[in-house]
């Protein structure tokens, strides 16, 4: 059950950072706005009287004055205090190391390793074990995105020829949405991310089968699908273990274990695997996806292989 994005529900420690100076300004200034309204309507009340309480005025005045600069350092202090814990990645154990570039219009995951041959790399899905922290380095291939996953942590921009990061220290089990929060073009809207945190053993499962390359096709339709993916396909996506190298779209190894599709556009199932290769432009106008004349038997061919890709 994917959780609603919320930044006023959190998940981890650097959201409820966040959530906790939303607080703190909720708290002030609605303090503040309730005293405006208690002295207007005794002002209101009282506007018959003389003025010959000038003395009483002028003190009222002052206190009024102090209150309002001690407020507003109040929360200057809290989003000090804020803004220098949010540097910190926290948890006490080695971070993770994920870099994510965002393209148009989807994300590329890469979890690195000090071993190459060890990297992971997959889109628009990232996993996180629960209670460690993750250091997310940020690029952008293209134009300026921004990451924001809302349960997790604030936004972040990513620059085209700049590296960014964030932080995220997830604290509770689920499946959460991200979403893109910079307009990028026409898909904008339509550049989400599914992050899902897991327990440290289910974490551990699913990077080790990650490691695994794509098992080979089996019966004829599989083995024609892969004709189509290693062939008209290979150009823009890779498959580990097989001649599909390209680098222009999402890594497809792993493509049928993932969540959703095109940037958590689609259901992952079939019926919508067969449409977004069957149209791309239809389902996601803009989108740098072209439409590859396949045949019906074709689309039907490819989908059967990518779904045995798990
Ligand atoms: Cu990428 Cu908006």
Same mark, same amino acid.
């Given at each position: 059950m994917i959780v609603v994005q919320s930044a006023i529900h959190p998940a981890g420690d650097h959201a409820t950072i966040t959530s906790g100076l939303f607080s703190l300004f909720l708290g002030v200034t609605g303090f503040f706005f309730l005293l405006v309204l208690l002295f207007l309507g005794w002002a209101i009340w009282r506007?018959?009287? @003389?003025?010959?309480?000038d003395r009483k005025l002028r003190v009222s005045v002052a206190g009024w004055a102090a209150l309002i600069t001690l407020g507003l350092f109040g929360l200057t202090l809290g989003s000090y205090f804020a803004d220098r814990s949010l540097a910190f990645v926290g948890g006490g154990q080695a971070p993770i190391k994920i870099k994510m570039t965002a393209q148009q219009w989807w994300w590329e995951v890469e979890y690195q390793s000090d071993d190459p041959s060890r990297t992971i790399i997959t889109a628009n899905e990232l996993h996180l074990p629960l209670g460690r922290p993750a250091e997310i380095q940020l690029e952008a291939d293209d134009v300026i995105h921004s990451l924001w996953i809302p349960n997790l942590a604030g936004k972040q921009d990513l620059i085209p020829g700049r590296t960014t990061d964030m932080a995220v220290l997830p604290r509770h089990l689920g499946h959460y949405r991200a979403q893109?929060?910079?307009?990028? @073009?026409?898909?904008h809207a339509h550049m989400a991310l599914d992050v899902l945190v897991e327990t440290p053993a289910q974490f551990a499962a699913w990077r080790s089968r990650s490691l695994q390359a794509a098992p080979a096709p089996t019966t004829a339709e599989q083995k024609r699908g892969y004709a189509i993916l290693t062939g008209q396909c290979s150009g823009c996506h890779a498959i580990s273990g097989t001649p599909a190298f390209g680098?222009?779209?999402?890594?497809?190894?792993?493509?049928?274990?993932?969540?959703?599709l095109a940037a958590g556009e689609l259901p992952n199932i079939r019926i919508w695997l067969e449409r977004w290769i069957a149209d791309p432009q239809g389902v996601k106008p803009g989108s740098h996806m072209p439409r590859v004349p396949l045949s019906a038997a074709d689309i039907r061919a490819a989908a059967a292989y990518l779904e045995t890709l798990r």
């Open positions: 506007k018959d009287r @003389g003025s010959a309480e893109c929060a910079e307009f990028c @073009g026409l898909q680098t222009v779209g999402p890594d497809l190894t792993h493509v049928a274990s993932r969540a959703s």
